[in-house]
């Protein structure tokens, strides 16, 4: 019985299981070092508190209980041996007939990994709630802070990276200070609060049209957001950030500029690009190996247009199901055909109530185009469940300016400087060790 | 102008602060350590997967924000200067007119302190999410490992205490396991896993009926609980528990007996019992000090039984709004009256359709007490949208008997033995740092 081995469990590795899943002698084995499959371009609601981990993730066993043929292992693949047709994990071997890498992209600091410690990136859950924490405690230690000076550096937040996440996380800080928390704190004025996007070229969202990014600068300055372009980081503290000889003193800095491909790529011996993306035929599947195939954000196709296809959600999950579809009609004896992107366009959020859209020639702003990126992503959410609580969540959050899941939980963050001596330990790293890319999403 | 200051957010300390908001010429200060009010009652259904921290915890400045003469902030009081009529935090100094310390209890271990690093217990959304992903992770280790001695100690569960919270997270552990995760493996049965709940005494929820506790240890059992009673615990490791000669092999253990007071009561020099409760008078004041009240867990109030009061959520809300009375009375020139507390009964859930309740002589088991339970805690839950996001989650989680929450997040914890070499790093232990208890609640 023909075996598929999945490496990783998000939109191309959810998506190629399903298709897979219940044809009659073929047995997949899905392997994800996380128990649950996210997604991600509603993480920064989680970093903005505006949603709950569990109503943009899912158990990946659960999505897939159906199906028999299908097991999830939780799991790191460390490794793989391409000529003994095997992947090995950390918790044993596996073989396959085919085998498709998605392990997705990390950040990247542009070779200043000490960075990431005081800034950090969006991809997982636990740094969308690191974020959340950094951004909540900023505004509790300014409320209680008697220091001018430092109440000034914990509101001020600076976001890294122009593209829609680092967009759309501003406008989330913006819009949270200027509506959400202004009545609950009484030393501060929330509104005051400092927003600073730093995007080192000349335009924020450098793949949209000129006119839709200039919309999208317009609708961030109404949040309070001020939107300053030609401006390349050169370095991270616990400070604040400098900018060639500027310096912004700033308790909380996010990280969305920068990405590489998951490591895998490289360690398996595989040819790959300077941001670590696997190199892929017209097929997926890597130069000599019919039957090894990557595909993602972790794959460089450029067959289509000569350019790189960009590492977003639409991208990843056609890939998915077009490799269970190549491998069930191989299976029938069918010949390969080569992938084709349908593009579905581009989009970014700016506030609750504001989008840039782009599909085609088709260009959308201001509210409509919150409504349809508001349709597109509830339906695409997996889960039923999800969507339901998703919309209630928002449509309490939207009628009441309130944002729903503001918990501070877990280790605290704290600056140094006049440090507060608590009897709780301050962490200023999150669980990873890896450096984590933050790829732009719609 | 008249301050109040209270330590702590609870249900002391939010219906406290209530029960002031908007009295004219008073001042209120609340303090915590976490930016959020917990609802405790339901904490262990975070710990078991069925509901989001965001659900049962709201940012305590929001509930607040209405009432404009209260003020939050966030931080740790750390001292009381009694004489001086102020308490040290770590942000600074507060002065007051009337003081009310409302820190809590927190777990202990009979001077076994190391066992908390292998046996968690439940006080604070931080324990709960730790839980949940101990208790989640189990199943994923037992389904990848293939040492069949790794695999039962994965799926065996210990449950040490047999009052309402250890039943409640025992029939929880049980329901999983049968329910919720049976179609969800390959490689293991998940309604093999043992559930054992190990009580000291000669039965479970001593404080309740005899016959109810009966009641109570058959439907453990119909979820595939051992109910161990007459079974002290000796020792607690990484590879399970002793209970005098005898030894079960358990990667999770939970800990649900034992408890103590915040140790700010001792700190401040005041009379405190043998776990830490501050001796309070009628008027829950302090012995010589009729500006400094004491109340919830931290008190212990003998007064109307002779009896201490039960540390549970009815008592706390009761001396909440007493306390706040009381102020009130005293600024318009009334005299005191001392604390009555009328007893609401005490409630403990079996699982997601069983219950066991004591209100007087009205004695209710079965589907009938889960359903008083359900309104009970539905009406108490703090705020509407947490009200309604309940009702949906368990409507959605009842009728699928899906989980809504089986989130493995952050850390990762590992058992010692043969070891899984992974790039992400064991932890065993948690973020805060005090021993916490875990108190009984209805």
């Not at 299981?17 to 994800?32: C, F, H, I, P, Y």
């Not at 890294?160 to 680092?166: A, I, N, Q, R, S």
Request: some cysteine; glycine content about 10%; charged content about 20%.
């Amino acid at each position: 019985m023909p075996k598929v081995v999945i490496v990783g469990g998000g939109f191309v590795g959810l998506n190629a299981a399903k298709g897979l899943g219940n044809v009659s002698n073929l047995e997949v084995t899905l392997v994800d070092r996380a128990n649950h499959h996210l997604f991600q371009p509603l993480l920064y609601q989680v970093a903005m508190a505006g949603l709950s981990p569990a109503e943009i993730a899912a158990p990946i066993r659960s999505l897939l209980a159906r199906y028999r043929n299908i097991r999830v292992l939780w799991g790191e693949v460390q490794s793989v041996d391409l000529a003994g047709r095997r992947v090995i994990a950390d918790f044993g071997e596996l073989t396959y007939d085919y085998l498709i890498l998605a392990c997705g992209a990390r950040h990247a600091y542009f070779g200043h990994d000490d960075w990431e410690e005081f800034a950090p990136g969006l991809k997982n859950l636990e740094q969308a709630t690191e974020i959340r924490r950094r951004v909540l405690t900023a505004y509790e230690e300014a409320e209680r802070t008697k220091d001018p000076a430092h109440r000034k550096r914990y509101l001020t937040f600076v976001v890294v990276g122009g593209g829609p996440t680092g967009v759309e996380l501003a406008g989330a800080i913006g819009e949270m200070s200027r509506f959400t928390l202004a009545k609950d704190f009484r030393h501060i004025d929330a509104a005051q609060a400092r927003v600073v996007l730093l995007e080192a070229g000349p335009r924020i969202l450098p793949t949209f049209d000129e006119q839709l990014a200039a919309r999208a600068v317009r609708d961030l300055e109404h949040l309070g957001v001020q939107v300053w372009t030609q401006s390349a980081v050169t370095k991270i503290d616990a400070h604040g950030v400098e900018i060639g000889a500027e310096r912004l003193a700033a308790a909380t800095v996010l990280w969305a500029a920068g990405v590489t491909a998951s490591p895998l790529g490289k360690q398996a011996g595989l040819e790959v690009d300077r941001q670590g993306r696997v190199i892929v035929e017209p097929d997926l599947s890597i130069p000599g190996r019919l039957n090894v195939f990557v595909a993602g954000d972790q794959a460089l196709f450029t067959h289509q247009t000569g350019q790189p296809l960009p590492g977003t959600a639409p991208v990843a999950m056609q890939q998915g199901r077009y490799l269970a579809r190549l491998i069930r009609r191989e299976l029938a004896g069918k010949p390969r055909v080569p992938f084709r992107f349908a593009d579905k366009g581009q989009m970014a959020t700016i506030g609750r109530s504001r989008a840039v859209l782009e599909i085609g020639k088709l260009k959308l702003s201001g509210f409509v185009a919150w409504l349809v990126w508001l349709v597109v992503h509830i339906y695409y959410l997996t889960g039923f469940k999800n969507r339901l609580l998703v919309v209630m969540q928002w449509a309490w959050s939207y009628l009441s300016f309130r944002r729903g899941a503001r918990l501070i939980v877990s280790k605290e963050w704290r600056l140094p400087g006049p440090a507060s001596p608590t009897a709780t330990q301050p962490a200023a790293g999150w669980s990873s060790p890896e450096p984590i890319s933050t790829q732009a999403k719609p």
